[in-house]
């Protein structure tokens, strides 16, 4: 195994970044080879995920942040489970873990709102996937050098969803802004952005390496842009992936189950529960946010689009993947 390395992820704009920042997600590391960004915890799990048992018949959604994670994950978990399921009412980080969360939080965080049993405590997340019957579904937004071994042994079934990096990149601005305490504006965020320093960048390998592997029969490679334009045939795409049969009804309540609206509403996986930063900028804002394709162009400026152009030509130089690049 080659060796892998951790260093402190640095810089003037990372400095810049963590200023602004809540103590709690400040401190992020690279892992080399690839300087992957991810939390400063990483390195006391990383050969625990690396070894983590995966099992065949795993369903695993993985995404960049701000994709449309939790939209793929309770599609997916209605695909499996069933849109009546008694389930379908348990927070989705109870009935769809998320793999390498206990790497990203301190291993003493404590909040005495959360019960005793709370997936957002230490350890219950890893103790959760432990524990859980087949078939498994677990949510990361891990990149591909970081993943279990067994994942590309195991050929467990694995739906990467991609989405456009301009609306990913606001996105995620104001989930900084809601729950990370960012206080700087969208202007610096964007630089950010584009320096990939953010947690789970680089931005371009962890799409492009899902990408290249979009033909095997275990993966499906689906846009956010195509849940938006066909919900329905998406849901119908992820039954055929995953071997289930389902009726045209069942089609038609699991894309409304999943619609922007009824998601919004849905206390199970709307994360209005989850610790928002308690200052002017975040109030009121929404995980459930707007859920758009291309609210970028509200929000950025000629000068932030032309760099996203540039950032994305020089990343998929060589590449045939296909889309975000419709510059004049
Ligand atoms: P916006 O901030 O652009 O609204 P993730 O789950 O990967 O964190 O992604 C969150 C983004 O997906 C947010 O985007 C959110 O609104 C959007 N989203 C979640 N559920 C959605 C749905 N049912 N329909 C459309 N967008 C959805």
Redesign the pocket.
Known sequence: MASVSWRPVEGPLVKELKKNLSKSCRDLVEVHPGRLVVYIYHKDWYQRQLDFSVKKDDVWVI?Y??????????MTWCVVMGIHHQQTSLPLMKRFPFFEWDSMIAPDFMDEKLCADDPCLPGNTWKIMANMSSPRTIKSHLQVPLLPKQMWEVKPKIIY?C?DPR?VC??YY??YVKLNGYKKELSDFVEFFLADIMPFAPFWSHILDFWRRRDQENILFVR?ED??ED?LSVVQKVADFLGKQLSAEEVIRIADH???G???KNKA?NNETLPAAENEKAKGL???????VG?WKNHLTDTQIKAFKEWTFKHLEGSDFPYYQDYE
């Open positions: 995404t942040p701000k994709s449309g994670t939790t939209w793929m994950q309770e969803v989405r609306d606001i996105s104001f989930h956010f849940m938006k919900l999943c619609s922007f009824s998601m919004s996986v929404k995980f459930m946010r707007k859920g758009k609210d």
